[in-house]
């Protein structure tokens, strides 16, 4: 105890204040004030650098200034130290990555090739005839929260009477991250409660980070060379828990933040790439649906008439009612030419 | 960079160290002032920056031209002034509403028409410093201030810690503290702290945990939950609301404390309103102290006759509840406000001399029945559309069941908010003397550790504040 009243005596020396101690009344100086703020930053970056690091990810992107790097430099440093012995990545080479990534101009450009192409229904996993389907719709925040995908494509499914329909999502979740929501264990659970006929899944929103196990041990930051199989992987091991069901993967939109949006663009890839190589698995694509002529994001796109609709809720990232109709309809067309659905 | 991200804390830290540092040279400090600002402002978008300091030049230039001019003079300036600040709102703000409005009433009677669509962000704080700038320039006109130097005006309209949602300071009350450099000591640094430990509590614990597991799900699909479930959720978005907001000016009076500033309180305990117009009193203050003197009392207040007062009301309550956004729900929720106003004042003249009563029908009857009043209005402030709104009081009666599964933690938060926000004022009092009497060096663990804590036990995701939208 004293120990420690010396050490911040010998502190608060540097800042050459005698008389905090003496005089209660005038204790809370400016001075005092300033190191408790410099010491509220060392400790509670330190403590909390993890989840600095997810909120950086998240949001990194859009704010490039001196601080946030400081901090995130700092969280990444923290982590090291924290688990040096646990850790085989290094989660300040990711950031030194993001940093790196930020150095790329205003507006991503993206080629024809690249903009994601909706996969062809197989007609050899056409769904056998039957009365009623049963149809599981998951996802992140995109199917969760009201006004994105899910809610509207639940209400537009709904009025086919050969559905039945369940819907579950789960807000900030994803495939990278299990030890926050472990949409494995879900799937499980979901295909030996309900046994879907059909699941149509929109999940990644929050999967440009680093993969980690159920424990939250990182496996691999997002530019490591391995995360592409990492996540494909995961993936794959989605899609297998539902074997017997026609798949359909919403890919996800083109996003406000282009930094963001080329982590998405990947995703994208990731998903297309696997639906290739699943019979039971078609890809919708959402890229060009709710991007402007070049491929590019704009928060408003015109609807029948050529009149200008918001499509995109604030955060540059979520959908309105009228981006989640122009989903829900796309959707319902790749359905259709699957199974016949009846009103 | 909000106030409850690290980075806003390393950013606070060093800016603490300079305002501090520099109170010696006063035309130093107050540039550093400015430049603080101006770079906090900066990282959301560098064009916000430009439409800020255009704006802030202009009422600048009014401010200047008001004095000392013939009344008729003098009103055509401050009108001048009053309908480019409105325009600068409406271009930003209403812009694309009016578009579609005219757009498809010209369709209707049949001259369709292609007005033009321009895609443009609304800057984060401009409602709020539009009514700072509207505020200058009518004080200046009633007398009631003398215009600014150029510097301390730029500073009152973007000065950091009220620049994105309020309070909303008073040029007047403002401006004198920048005199001679401000304050030369931290007045009350337990009290400051207090109110940011408290706000980032309110927002990072109650606030944020309440959205993601219960309001943003119930309330936006309302379909398949129970009565008493949607009935929770619909009590609980009103702790949301208000430790969303009431979070952040608590820390936004905190913040400026600590750099010596006083600011007006914006909360003072509202759910203890035991009626609407006390309501109005206790919450968004700064907001409603501002309608009431700019338009209500200019549109003749409570001087006109009763009829004509309950119509002041009306008008000022639709105004404000379109200023959250050019939507019917705002309106709506506006009126029911409005109504309120109206149907307190409309009691209290009918009983002008009450009779002594006991503590439950004095205060916690006529408490509870204003807080089911104003929660439930919150249903339509929430809601995307009246018809949602409808959708969700609908779903009350129709539901098939009565209860469902709600998550313990959940219902642990709910009490945990009820508590907060009953003995809010207690709590911050105690806390507040409590950590004066500490010797320095608990003091500063108890902060350290209480700030750690929150933040540890804060979402995942970072939760944006919902008044950063208007």
């Known amino acids: 105890m004293r120990g420690q009243t010396l050490c911040l005596h010998l502190f608060i020396s ?88 930020k150095n790329l101009p205003a507006v991503v450009q993206v080629s024809q090739e690249q903009i994601p192409k909706t996969a062809p229904t197989d007609p050899v996993a056409e769904l056998p005839q039957k009365t009623k389907y049963k149809t599981l719709i998951v996802g ?152 402007d002529s070049n491929g590019q994001y704009s928060g408003y796109l015109p609807d029948e008439n050529g009149k200008m609709i918001n499509a995109r809720q604030k955060d540059g990232i979520h959908l309105t009612t009228f981006g989640g109709n122009i989903v829900s309809k796309e959707v319902i067309k790749q359905l259709g030419a699957t199974i016949k659905l009846t009103e | 960079m909000t106030f409850i991200t690290f980075e806003f804390f390393l950013f606070f830290t060093l800016v603490l160290f300079l305002n501090w540092y520099l109170k010696k040279w006063p035309l130093a400090w107050r540039l550093f002032l400015l430049a603080s600002s101006y770079y906090f402002y900066s990282f959301l978008d560098l064009k916000f920056l430009l439409i800020i300091f255009s704006v802030s030049i202009f009422n600048f230039l009014i401010g200047l031209s008001i004095p000392n001019k013939k009344t008729y003079l003098k009103k055509l300036i401050l009108t001048l002034g009053i309908i480019v600040n409105l325009s600068v709102l409406g271009v930003f703000k209403y812009y694309d509403f009016f578009r579609v409005s005219v757009q498809s009433i010209l369709s209707h009677v049949g001259l369709p028409a292609s007005i033009p669509f321009l895609d443009i962000a609304l800057p984060i704080g401009l409602s709020f410093y539009i009514f700072r700038v509207i505020s200058y320039i009518m004080d200046i006109y009633r007398g009631k201030t003398v215009p600014a130097s150029l510097l301390d ?51 990072l614990i109650i606030s944020s945990y309440l959205v993601l597991n219960l309001t943003d799900d119930f309330l936006a699909v309302s379909q398949g939950h129970s009565s008493l479930g949607i009935l929770l959720a619909i009590f609980a978005y009103s702790m949301v609301i208000y430790f969303d907001f009431s979070g952040y000016s608590d820390m936004a009076v905190g913040f400026a404390g600590l750099m010596g500033f006083k600011s007006p309180i914006n909360f003072n305990t509202p759910y203890l309103a035991t009626n609407i117009q006390d309501f ?42 379109l200023w959250h956004g050019p939507a019917a729900h705002y309106v709506v929720w506006g009126g029911i406000q409005g109504a309120g106003l109206v149907g307190t004042l409309f009691f209290q003249s009918k009983n002008k001399e009450p009779k002594k009563k006991n503590l439950f029908l004095g205060k916690i009857l006529p408490g509870f029945l204003t807080f089911c009043f104003v929660t439930f209005s919150w249903v339509f402030f929430r809601s995307e559309s009246i018809k949602d709104a409808l959708l969700v009081f609908k779903n009350i009666f129709v539901s098939k069941e009565l209860t469902e599964y709600i998550s313990p933690y959940v219902l642990l938060f709910i009490a945990l908010g009820i508590v907060v926000f009953l003995l809010e004022k207690q709590i911050v009092s105690f806390l507040t003397r409590s950590q004066a009497k500490l010797p320095l060096i608990f003091f500063f663990i108890f902060v350290i550790l209480s700030m750690t804590v929150i933040f540890y036990a804060g979402p995942n995701i970072m939760p944006p504040f919902i008044y950063f939208s208007f």
Do not use: C
């Not at chain 1, 995130?72 to 940093?99: D, P």
């Open chain 1, 14 to 101: 540097v800042f050459n204040d005698n008389k905090v101690e003496n005089n209660t009344k005038n204790k809370f100086t400016p001075k005092v004030t300033v190191l408790l703020f410099i010491l509220i930053v060392l400790i509670s970056v330190f403590f909390n650098s993890k989840k600095i690091l997810n909120w950086g990810v998240r949001d990194g992107a859009r704010q490039n200034n001196v601080f946030q790097n400081a901090v995130l430099s700092y969280a990444g440093t923290s982590e090291k130290l924290k688990s040096s012995s646990v850790l085989e990545v290094i989660t300040l080479e990711e950031e030194n990555l993001s940093s790196q990534e």
């Open chain 1, 140 to 291: 992140d925040s995109f199917v969760y929260v009201g006004g994105g995908v899910g809610e509207i494509l639940e209400k537009a499914l709904l009025k086919y009477k050969n559905l039945e329909i369940l819907r579950s999502g789960a807000v900030s979740s994803g495939l990278s991250r299990p030890d926050y929501f472990d949409w494995q264990s879900k799937a499980v659970s979901l295909k030996e409660s309900f046994h879907p006929d059909i699941v149509i899944v929109m999940i990644g929103t929050n999967d440009a980070q680093s993969i980690t196990d159920t424990s939250g041990k990182v496996l691999f930051y997002y530019k490591h060379p391995e995360w592409n199989n990492a996540y494909a992987s995961r993936v794959r091991e989605f899609i297998d828990h539902f074997q017997e069901s026609r798949i359909f993967w919403i890919g996800l939109p083109v996003m406000k933040e282009p930094n963001y949006s080329s982590r998405i663009l990947n995703l994208d890839s990731i998903y297309q790439n696997v639906a290739e190589n699943f019979l039971n698995m078609s890809f919708i694509s959402t890229w060009n649906l709710l991007s």
């Open chain 2, 153 to 203: 005006f730029l500073i009152y309209v973007s000065f950091f810690p009220q620049l994105l949602s309020g309070p909303i300071a008073r040029a007047g009350d403002f401006i004198s503290q920048l005199k001679g450099g401000g304050t030369k000591g931290v007045e009350n640094l337990p009290h400051s702290i207090t109110l940011i430990m408290l706000g980032l509590f309110k927002k």
């Open chain 2, 280 to 321: 109005w009193r206790r919450w968004h203050i700064s907001l409603s102290d501002w309608v009431r003197d700019y338009i209500y009392i200019p549109l003749g207040g409570n001087r006109v006759g009763k009829i004509r007062q309950y119509a002041n009301l009306m008008i000022t309550m639709l105004l404000v509840g």
